[in-house]
């Protein structure tokens, strides 16, 4: 889809960047330019004109160690000296795998028996769909398929993981959602809690509309429910304490299968391992990419338990193999490098950091809930969201035409921070070795950025 140059021509990398760049729009870049990124240190990031910023998503809610860890350099450039590559299929393996395998399952919030490796998150979640298919014709259910994701909820932009998602502008042009693909309800209270309704009353009807939702398509057919603990791509949105437990009771009740998409959450980010051990999810799948290497290689995983093993095992004897996989699948260098990671963790207690620290990460931005262009703040951990609105008191949105997200995050970028404003939603996930210092910065500039974008809205008005 690149524009054709006139013969003889080149084209640099930074006249093609934007014809495909994605989640952009590439009109705008066309006239812009793209934004270069050249290094990183710490939390901050610089561009190609030297200048810095922080980067309070860690690159896409991954870089969880910051841009300049060398310990993970030297484990990738020892592996690569070792053993650069070696494929896992056809029985098939290498120490780091088979490590880092042991070294996940020893972390799972609840008993799991297996891992299968992957490239990215949307690929855990697209295998984890195949293993839920493949499972229930092992055990002789080839009619219970269906698999239910929530409204506003994100996991990947395959073919399936992106039909999972609850997200329109996923979905827009690309012929998704797929075939036995459903939906269930958003579990943000703030926004869809009835005049009067508890929180309490709230996770109550989440939980019964999903059972109605599963009675109405059949029981017998809807195989599994996928879930983020919070939903980040949605804009951070934290469920009532609760709404997981009344989940599961209907999930257990009809026989379906818990997806967990621990990609955002997993490892740290709401001050466990996993966003499981927060919200009390017992998944039969678990699904985990981004911080397992804190994004330094391309690595993802999709977790299981003996139960669905078994299925599986039993039925790959019986058809002689079990065809599925990718060339790099548990690559070495990439699982050495997400070993490493792990081992960082703990020897630095990477979660006790964040659990001493996000008192004052959640305190910083709760004080932005009295900003007149702020109808909602929610955060857990080192994860926040900030809902921007038109009217405070009837939690007006604006029109999305109005561009105000966008606005802001270029004011944001102008006051050197990184961080996503997409329509409404202001979502922060610095890097998880954040110092309180550095959260004070983000914060001020945060500020001033939206104190801009106020003066900005006034100027429409």
């Not at 007006?396 to 035409?401: E, I, L």
Request: hydrophobic share 40%; proline share 5%; aromatic share 8%.
């Amino acid at each position: 889809m690149l524009d054709r140059p006139a013969s003889n021509a080149s084209l640099s990398a930074r006249d093609i960047a934007y014809h495909m760049h994605p989640f952009t729009n590439a009109r705008r870049l066309e006239s812009e330019g793209p934004f270069v990124i050249t290094r990183g240190n710490g939390i901050r990031i610089y561009d190609e004109e030297g200048r810095d910023y922080i980067d309070a998503l860690a690159g896409l809610w991954c870089a969880s160690l910051g841009f300049s860890e060398a310990r993970l350099a030297e484990a990738a450039y020892k592996q690569m000296l070792e053993l650069p590559y070696a494929s896992t299929f056809g029985q098939r393996s290498h120490p780091k795998v088979i490590e880092l395998a042991e070294k996940l399952i020893s972390l799972m919030p609840v008993p799991m028996s297996k891992v299968f490796f992957n490239n990215s998150g949307s690929e855990a979640n697209d295998t984890a769909v195949k293993l839920v298919w493949y499972y229930n014709n092992a055990i002789g259910r080839p009619r219970k398929k269906k698999i239910i994701g929530r409204m506003k909820g994100y996991h990947g932009i395959t073919i399936a993981s992106g039909s999972l998602c609850g997200l329109p502008f996923v979905h827009q042009d690309f012929d998704l959602p797929i075939p036995n693909v459903r939906h269930t309800d958003c579990p943000h209270y703030w926004r869809y809690g009835k005049p009067g309704e508890s929180e309490d009353d709230f996770a109550t009807r989440m939980a019964e509309n999903l059972d109605d939702l599963i009675e109405r398509e059949g029981p017998g057919t809807v195989a599994a429910f996928i879930a983020e603990p919070v939903q980040g791509g949605g804009g951070a949105v934290i469920p009532p304490r609760n709404y997981f437990a009344k989940i599961q009771e209907v999930l257990r009740k009809h026989d379906v299968l818990f997806i967990a998409d621990e990609v955002i959450c997993g490892f740290g980010r709401t001050g466990n391992m996993f966003g499981c051990e927060t919200f009390g999810i017992e998944p039969d799948i678990l699904t985990c990419a981004k911080a397992l290497s804190s994004a330094y290689l391309p690595i993802s995983a999709t977790v299981i338990n003996e139960k669905l093993y078994q299925g599986l095992a039993t039925q790959a004897d019986k058809n002689g193999s079990f065809i599925h996989g990718f060339t790099y699948s548990g690559h070495p260098v990439c699982a050495a490098v997400a070993l490493e990671t792990l081992n960082i963790y703990q020897e630095r207690d990477i979660i006790g950091h964040v659990r001493n620290i996000s008192p004052r990460f959640l305190a910083g931005v709760q004080q932005f809930a009295d900003h007149p262009l702020v109808g909602e703040v929610r955060a857990i951990g080192l994860m926040a969201g900030l809902e921007l609105v038109r009217d405070k008191a009837a939690k007006q949105p604006f029109d999305a035409k109005a561009g105000i997200g966008a606005h802001f995050e270029e004011r944001a970028r102008e006051h050197g921070l990184i961080m996503r404003g997409r329509g409404e939603q202001l979502v922060l996930a610095p890097p998880l070795i954040i110092t309180e210092a550095e959260i004070d910065d983000l914060l001020a500039r945060l500020a001033r950025a939206l104190d801009e974008t106020t003066t900005y809205v006034a100027s429409l008005s």
